[in-house]
């Protein structure tokens, strides 16, 4: 990701979505199980850094939707690994969204601590096997 697509501060998203109609909820914001699977996924790309093969999630702490989100609002899902266990991974998730039409304001929509754990093909967790440079 080129500097550019980063913040002054220098930390680059993980991911960075553009929601769409698809994604509403019956109130016309952002459904909240859209959100929840983003952090999902930007979790398990981070928890990756630790391990090369299969993780499942386990947890996700406490989630408060702090802000609405708008169709066409860019959301962008910023991760840090937090704790390496044995066979788990813990992973901070920090989601805010940007308008893409008139006010270029960010917003702290939400945030999760989000526990994987490594697993193998039945299932069983397994220790971490750190991806080979």
């Not at 979790?43 to 391990?51: D, I, L, R, T, Y």
């Not at 386990?58 to 044995?86: H, N, Q, W």
Request: proline share 5%; with cysteine.
């Amino acid at each position: 990701m080129s500097a550019e697509s980063c913040y002054p501060e220098g930390v680059c998203p993980t991911l960075r979505i553009v929601m769409m109609p698809r994604d509403t909820n019956a109130a016309g914001t952002i459904f909240g199980g859209v959100i929840l699977s983003h952090i999902d996924l930007a979790a398990a790309v981070e928890s990756h850094k630790s391990h090369e093969g299969k993780l499942v999630t386990v947890a996700m702490d406490e989630i408060v939707f702090r802000a609405p989100v708008l169709v066409g609002d860019v959301v962008s899902c910023y991760t840090k690994t937090l704790k390496t266990g044995r066979t788990s991974v813990q992973t901070d998730v920090q989601v805010w969204s940007e308008s893409r039409f008139g006010s270029v304001e960010r917003r702290l929509v939400t945030e999760a601590v989000v526990t994987m754990v490594a697993v193998d093909e039945t299932g069983k967790s397994i220790p971490l096997t750190p991806p080979k440079v």
